[in-house]
Structures are given as C-alpha cells and as structure tokens.
Nanobody, 120 residues
C-alpha cells in the first residue's frame, strides 16, 4: 500500500508565500514523477507542476515564475514553493505520483489534498 501525505497548506494574504510538502511512503519500488494538481471552487482539477525522477519540470502557465517544484529522491518527498500568491490560487492542492510498487505495478497515486486560501 502506498500513501501520499501533504502538509503546508493554510491561509495567506495576496502576495504572500506558502510551501507545500508531500511524502510518499509504503511499498514503493521507484517513483517516476511527482507533482501537484489543484482544484478550485467549481472548477476541474488542473495540473500545477510536475517533476520527473531526473529533475525535469513542467509548469502551468498560470504559475510560471511564481511557483517552484523540487524533489528529494532520498526521502520520496516533493515540495512546492509558492510565491506571489494570488486569490485565484485558492484551491485544494493534491499531491500526485507516478510510481512503481514493490510488486512492479505502475500507476498513479494521489494524496488527500491540502487547502490553500489566498485572501485579497
């Protein structure tokens, strides 16, 4: 069994910063990629950013230059540094991982989500 546990969400004023963390644990053989998605009120879940095992990154246009993803492969942990936050960044942020379990089954895993609220 695999678990993704997020932390670091909260309430912040516009222009402020937050740092999210996500730790993957359990029967993990290897992690191909990790990232963050978000779902705002009345919207569909959308990709925020992804980082692969070799460090390649991809960002949604709406967060480029403001958000930075990083990864500690030794700890199976991914971070999301969010700067210059805007009210439209308000959403539940979900950690995601594309990983292979110890029985060599590859599939997506999701965290439970952490709320980020940006006040104007």
């Amino acid at each position: 069994q695999v678990q993704l546990v997020e932390s670091g969400g909260g309430l912040v004023q516009a222009g402020g910063s937050l740092r999210l963390s996500c730790v993957a644990s359990g029967n993990i053989f290897s992690i191909k990629a990790m990232g963050w998605y978000r779902q705002g009120p009345g919207t569909q879940r959308e990709l925020v950013t992804v980082i692969t095992s070799d460090g390649s990154t991809n960002y949604a246009d709406s967060v480029k230059g403001r958000f930075t993803i990083s990864r500690d492969n030794t700890k199976n942990t991914v971070y999301l540094q969010m700067n210059s936050l805007k009210p439209e960044d308000t959403a539940v942020y979900y950690c995601w991982a594309d990983l292979i379990t110890t029985n060599y089954w590859r599939h997506d895993h999701w965290g439970q989500g952490t709320q980020v609220t940006v006040s104007s």
